[in-house]
């Protein structure tokens, strides 16, 4: 018989030639418009490459493009430790991982929002290092609690001694690049190991929509180049204010700035290792705020995952954001939408894929948990259905025949053990009388009593002793 395991399903929002479309515009708008560089460092490092400059514009020839596109490495890989597996991204796989900066938690107590602090940093590691369809873990809240000169390595250490899955952080300055490299290479016991099996990363908001280069951000880019670590090219536009309203006026708009990234990161160091980064966001016309849970968002980061796999590069993707208060029935169709959306489109490298709320302004922490099963369903969705001798059957439904009973046989024990069905972890899947008998407890509890029993349990060190203790003589250690 005929037959293999499942094909990936995908989702295209955007048909070849119309990918081919908004490329070739890009293109034009990088050689006829171009980006503001006032760095004037930035500046020589383009016109060194190629670009051509007229005061403080920037505009690049469609070669120029194309070479830049060539230097980047379409796959590398991203490692965590103790025993989670490699992220290997530009193969196909589709990686879900936190993200944000939000200064909320929602407390599980009270049931309202307060500032976030450290300690609430060091639990929602704590979480996803549990939680086993979240595979990376980028801050997702602010430490109000941390001066902002000590916010940076405090943010690592407590990431680090909390999870082993890969961390992408960011840095504020230059100087805080190197300081963050020197504390990850105290744990891998060298900057030789940790570039070898790189367990950190660098996300960077380098461009200010429309086309402009922050000049700040772009020092803390460079220096993560020159110093060989990965790098997330994160540009945000938003439909009618910092790019066109229409979705595809953004998306030609955020292609030409996250190309332009890809030549500035080539021009700084060529072959450095750089994910296509746009996060695009739907505007609401009538108070202009950011709608990263609007159906449109999923559609634009579903389409901009085509762009970045046309040109060859893995993409550092958006999704599953929501503007609700809490886990209600709104956060859960906004996040499991757009989540599918770009799962389904192939994401590589997605983030804020959990625990956001309010527009990246709040997290909590039972949103983890629920969110965690969101990811395991569109995961599973993304598997598709097996198709073999073994789950075709036949042999089975010719055994058991008309009237039979499939229950006791062995080949149902065997299916309903595999990966041939996602089990999620708070979902009512209970017959009502049943559910009733247990208290009546809804999803949202259950993922509360969930992460009470994570909080409870005792957390192994991640950080050896002596490391640790190098760590504190070395750095301003707050928890």
């Given at each position: 018989?005929?037959?293999?395991?499942?094909?990936?399903?995908?989702?295209?929002?955007?048909?070849?030639?119309?990918?081919?479309?908004?490329?070739?515009a890009?293109?034009r708008?990088?050689?006829?418009v171009?980006?503001?560089v006032?760095?004037p460092?930035?500046?020589?490092h383009?016109?060194g490459?190629?670009?051509?400059?007229?005061?403080?514009?920037v505009?690049?020839?469609?070669?120029?493009?194309?070479?830049?596109i060539?230097?980047?490495?379409?796959?590398?890989t991203?490692y965590?430790r103790?025993?989670?597996?490699?992220?290997?991204?530009?193969?196909?796989?589709?990686?879900?991982?936190?993200?944000?900066?939000?200064?909320?938690?929602?407390d599980?107590?009270?049931?309202?929002?307060?500032?976030?602090?450290?300690r609430?940093l060091?639990?929602?590691a704590?979480?996803v290092?549990?939680?086993?369809?979240?595979h990376?873990?980028?801050r997702?809240?602010?430490a109000?609690?941390?001066?902002?000169?000590?916010?940076?390595?405090?943010?690592?250490?407590?990431?680090?001694a909390?999870?082993?899955?890969?961390?992408?952080?960011?840095?504020?300055?230059?100087?805080?690049?190197?300081?963050?490299?020197?504390?990850?290479?105290?744990?891998a016991?060298?900057?030789?190991?940790?570039?070898?099996?790189?367990?950190?990363s660098?996300?960077?908001s380098?461009?200010?929509?429309?086309?402009?280069v922050?000049?700040g951000?772009?020092?803390?880019l460079?220096?993560?180049?020159?110093?060989?670590?990965?790098?997330m090219?994160?540009?945000?536009?938003?439909?009618?204010?910092?790019?066109?309203?229409?979705?595809?006026?953004?998306?030609?708009q955020?292609?030409?700035e996250?190309l332009s990234g890809?030549?500035?990161?080539?021009?700084?160091?060529?072959g450095?290792p750089?994910?296509?980064?746009?996060?695009?966001a739907?505007?609401s016309?009538?108070t202009m705020?950011?709608?990263?849970?609007a159906?449109?968002?999923?559609?634009?980061?579903?389409?901009?995952?085509q762009?970045?796999?046309?040109?060859g590069?893995p993409?550092?993707?958006?999704?599953?954001l929501?503007e609700a208060?809490?886990g209600?029935i709104?956060?859960g169709?906004?996040?499991?939408?757009?989540?599918?959306l770009?799962?389904l489109?192939?994401?590589?490298?997605?983030?804020?894929?959990a625990?956001m709320l309010?527009?990246?302004?709040?997290?909590?922490?039972?949103q983890?948990?629920?969110?965690n099963?969101?990811?395991?369903?569109a995961?599973?969705?993304?598997?598709?259905i097996?198709?073999d001798e073994?789950?075709?059957?036949?042999?089975?439904?010719?055994?058991v025949?008309?009237?039979?009973?499939f229950?006791?046989?062995k080949?149902?024990?065997?299916m309903?053990?595999s990966?041939e069905?996602?089990?999620?972890?708070?979902?009512?899947?209970?017959a009502l009388?049943?559910?009733?008998?247990?208290?009546?407890?809804?999803?949202?509890q259950r993922a509360?009593?969930v992460?009470a029993?994570m909080?409870?349990?005792?957390?192994p060190?991640?950080?050896?002793?002596?490391v640790?203790?190098?760590?504190?003589?070395e750095?301003?250690?707050?928890?």
């Amino acid at each position: 018989m005929s037959g293999s395991a499942s094909t990936p399903i995908g989702v295209a929002p955007l048909q070849e030639a119309q990918i081919v479309d908004i490329h070739n515009a890009a293109l034009r708008v990088l050689a006829n418009v171009g980006v503001e560089v006032t760095d004037p460092d930035m500046r020589e490092h383009l016109v060194g490459y190629g670009a051509k400059a007229e005061g403080t514009r920037v505009r690049f020839e469609a070669s120029l493009v194309e070479r830049a596109i060539k230097s980047a490495p379409s796959q590398f890989t991203l490692y965590g430790r103790g025993d989670h597996p490699p992220l290997e991204l530009g193969t196909g796989e589709v990686y879900l991982g936190t993200g944000g900066a939000a200064i909320r938690m929602l407390d599980m107590e009270s049931g309202t929002f307060r500032e976030s602090t450290l300690r609430d940093l060091a639990d929602l590691a704590w979480i996803v290092e549990k939680l086993e369809n979240i595979h990376f873990f980028l801050r997702p809240v602010i430490a109000r609690d941390v001066a902002d000169e000590e916010l940076d390595e405090n943010t690592l250490y407590v990431c680090l001694a909390n999870t082993q899955k890969h961390v992408t952080v960011a840095a504020g300055s230059p100087e805080s690049v190197d300081r963050l490299v020197e504390m990850a290479s105290m744990v891998a016991g060298s900057e030789e190991a940790l570039k070898a099996r790189p367990f950190i990363s660098f996300t960077c908001s380098w461009m200010v929509s429309p086309l402009r280069v922050d000049t700040g951000v772009a020092r803390v880019l460079e220096r993560v180049i020159e110093r060989g670590f990965p790098v997330m090219l994160s540009s945000a536009p938003m439909t009618g204010s910092t790019a066109p309203a229409s979705l595809a006026g953004l998306l030609t708009q955020v292609h030409a700035e996250e190309l332009s990234g890809v030549v500035l990161s080539q021009a700084i160091r060529p072959g450095a290792p750089v994910l296509y980064g746009p996060v695009p966001a739907a505007a609401s016309f009538r108070t202009m705020a950011y709608l990263g849970g609007a159906v449109e968002s999923g559609l634009m980061n579903a389409a901009a995952v085509q762009l970045a796999h046309h040109i060859g590069l893995p993409i550092y993707s958006d999704a599953a954001l929501t503007e609700a208060k809490d886990g209600d029935i709104q956060a859960g169709y906004e996040k499991a939408t757009n989540l599918l959306l770009v799962t389904l489109a192939g994401g590589d490298f997605i983030h804020h894929a959990a625990g956001m709320l309010d527009s990246m302004l709040g997290v909590a922490p039972e949103q983890y948990v629920l969110d965690n099963d969101i990811c395991g369903m569109a995961l599973r969705a993304r598997e598709g259905i097996r198709v073999d001798e073994e789950t075709i059957a036949e042999d089975l439904i010719a055994k058991v025949g008309p009237g039979g009973n499939f229950l006791a046989q062995k080949h149902t024990v065997t299916m309903a053990r595999s990966r041939e069905y996602f089990q999620p972890r708070a979902a009512v899947r209970e017959a009502l009388q049943d559910w009733q008998k247990k208290g009546g407890v809804g999803a949202r509890q259950r993922a509360k009593d969930v992460v009470a029993e994570m909080l409870a349990q005792d957390r192994p060190r991640f950080v050896p002793e002596d490391v640790d203790g190098q760590i504190r003589n070395e750095f301003r250690i707050r928890i």
